[in-house]
């Protein structure tokens, strides 16, 4: 069976007539007759009822021809792909986020890019605290984008733009406020559980950032648990403001403004580079595409 005869069965089961056929492909009416035909014979399955004027699909035939436009789908698809990694295109991009980043922010800008390069996948790796970072420098991501410190700026391997303001926000829900009517001091916290995100990369190892000395903690491994606990009055933590506006809203969570601590703590995200790692055309052009992203400002 050969893609070719295959393409003569789907021209003349949607043109009904051998002439037609024979035009839209540029073959003679008897090649297209004999492919038909040798098609039907390697099927044991008559495709067309002959009887009439034009030439009509059997049920056999209406069956198989659905087969056939699947087949003819992917041996396109394939071809595609053959093009699109011919002409150096990669076949994936991954983009390492931390997981307190808004994506809906960058969503015009990844459509853009899916648009232009549809035959390459676009892989949303989601870490957490210095996880994503890690992976860039590991080079198990393309592009990362992550809060950062100032030694990120001392570094000459690494390329950095703005993109976006964010916040965390500490927070507890009625239902363990209930417990502290007097609560003003973070120490007053420290026989409840602290909701602690785990690093998903090794740039926390033997440190606890914003941990005060015997307090209880919880780890958990993504912000929806963690907020899950919160709301559910099982401890308290720091949340990404986006991820709990309409909880705070909705007084489902409570900010927690305490005299001898930050509730709020703001920082910037950037979209970082290796320099060390050779981006791809379509990395490349997605890199360009972060660069002429305009920051937003904290709302």
Not at 108 to 134: C, M, R, W, Y
Not at 188 to 194: A, D, G, S
């Amino acid at each position: 069976m050969k893609l070719e005869q295959l393409s003569m069965f789907k021209a003349v089961a949607e043109l009904g007539s051998l002439r037609q056929a024979s035009e839209l492909m540029h073959k003679t009416q008897p090649a297209i007759s004999q492919g038909i035909r040798q098609l039907e014979s390697i099927l044991a399955v008559n495709l067309f009822n002959r009887s009439g004027y034009r030439l009509a699909l059997t049920t056999e035939g209406k069956v198989l021809y659905q087969h056939a436009l699947r087949v003819l789908d992917e041996a396109n698809a394939l071809r595609e792909m053959a093009r699109h990694i011919h002409s150096g295109n990669e076949t994936s991009v991954t983009l390492a986020t931390e997981a307190s980043f808004d994506l809906k922010s960058i969503i015009p800008l990844l459509t853009k890019v899916q648009n232009q390069f549809p035959d390459t996948k676009i892989v949303l790796k989601q870490e957490h605290l210095t996880g994503a970072f890690e992976a860039l420098m590991q080079q198990e991501a393309t592009l990362c984008i992550s809060p950062i410190n100032d030694e990120f700026f001392q570094d000459s391997n690494v390329e950095l733009h703005l993109l976006n303001s964010g916040r965390l926000v500490t927070v507890a829900s009625p239902v363990m406020l209930a417990r502290h009517p007097n609560l003003q001091f973070k120490a007053q916290l420290t026989n409840e559980y602290q909701i602690v995100l785990q690093d998903s990369g090794k740039g926390s190892s033997n440190k606890s950032w914003g941990i005060q000395q015997g307090q209880r903690c919880w780890y958990v491994s993504d912000f929806a648990t963690k907020k899950m606990l919160i709301e559910s009055g099982m401890g308290w933590g720091s949340m990404p403001y986006h991820q709990i506006q309409k909880s705070i809203t909705n007084n489902e969570l409570v900010v927690l403004n305490l005299a001898d601590s930050e509730s709020v703590m703001n920082f910037n995200y950037y979209i970082i580079k290796n320099k060390q790692q050779l981006l791809g055309p379509v990395a490349q052009s997605l890199w360009q595409h972060f660069k002429a992203y305009t920051a937003h400002p904290l709302s």
